[in-house]
């Protein structure tokens, strides 16, 4: 862990330098979920993989834009395992941050033309650690960027963003078990959707969508490959047949769709794990 510690280090100094933006919120949504799929990868693994993942989540808006941060803690089965002694499942945290300023706020004039309702420029972070055998991420990832907020019932936002990465493994197999403090990948574009459609008065469309280019060679020389990313769910608001408000309680279907995983390709992994389509069941309880 020690290693991790100055990457972790720069992702909380970007945290802290907008966090006075939460704080002054006009708007805030916290929610609390659960997901489960049977059928996750992970690179160079051949089995499926069953995880459970509890999420916090957290959006606001203030005067000059908007927050999201999503701590995700995943449980794996035993087919990841965590340790060579024990067949317990490995454990992760990854942690999602952006915060987006609106220039039209800004400047104190709006951005709007024809469908485009909003213009921003986004920055933030992940950041993950992982205690499984085979790779034992540490990955840290700045991102910055423009984003263009579309005019549509509820909303949907595509950014353009570069991406600086690095990552500090220490698996216990090679050749990951002979990398060696942390490794930066070449600098690398990614071009990003997400949205929150609603459905009449309880259904919801969500979800988001990541094309990410090749970062170069990785930790121990070999060639990345673009990644695909889509994480998308329908979700169907329950809390006011229970006695609660609207949208506090909400239950629904999750699918993730994920090649080249990570930048790993069929090529370097033997077509073992490098692609997952995984449907998940999904509930959620909104503060």
């Known amino acids: 862990m020690a290693k991790a510690k100055p990457a972790l280090l720069q992702c909380a100094c970007i945290f802290l330098l907008f966090c006075p933006g939460v704080h002054a919120a006009d708007w805030s949504d916290t929610a609390l979920s659960w997901r489960i799929g049977n ?13 459970n993942i509890v999420a916090l989540t957290h959006a606001s808006g203030y005067r000059y834009g908007s927050n999201f941060l999503n701590v995700d803690l995943l449980q794996s089965d035993e087919n990841d395992p965590g340790s060579l002694t024990q067949r317990d499942g490995a454990q992760e945290a990854y942690v999602v941050y952006r915060h987006t300023l609106d220039i039209g706020k800004l400047r104190g004039s709006e951005i709007k033309f024809g469908a485009l309702r909003g213009l921003g420029a986004t920055i933030g972070f992940d950041w993950n650690s992982k205690n499984d055998v085979g790779y034992n991420s540490r990955k840290c990832m700045l991102v910055a960027g423009p984003t263009l907020m579309w005019d549509v019932k509820g909303f949907f936002n595509t950014s353009l963003l570069l991406l600086r990465e ?24 990614m071009l990003t959707a997400s949205w929150g459609l609603p459905i009449g008065e309880r259904l919801a469309f969500e979800g988001y969508a990541n094309y990410i280019a090749a970062k170069g060679r990785d930790e121990v020389g070999n060639d990345t490959g673009a990644e695909t990313n889509i994480d998308m769910q329908i979700m169907y608001d329950v809390g ?48």
């Open 39 to 51: 059928t996750f990868r992970e690179p160079y693994n051949p089995l499926d993989i069953r995880k």
């Open 166 to 189: 690095s990552n500090a493994p220490s698996g216990a197999f090679a050749p990951i078990s002979t990398v060696t403090g942390r490794y930066t990948y070449n600098t690398h574009p």
């Open 240 to 287: 006011l047949d229970l006695g609660q408000g609207k949208n506090k309680f909400r239950i629904g279907l999750q699918y993730q769709y994920w090649n080249n995983k990570f930048g790993n390709t069929s090529a370097t992994t033997g077509g073992q794990g490098y692609r997952a389509s995984t449907p998940m069941l999904r509930a959620e309880y909104h503060f």
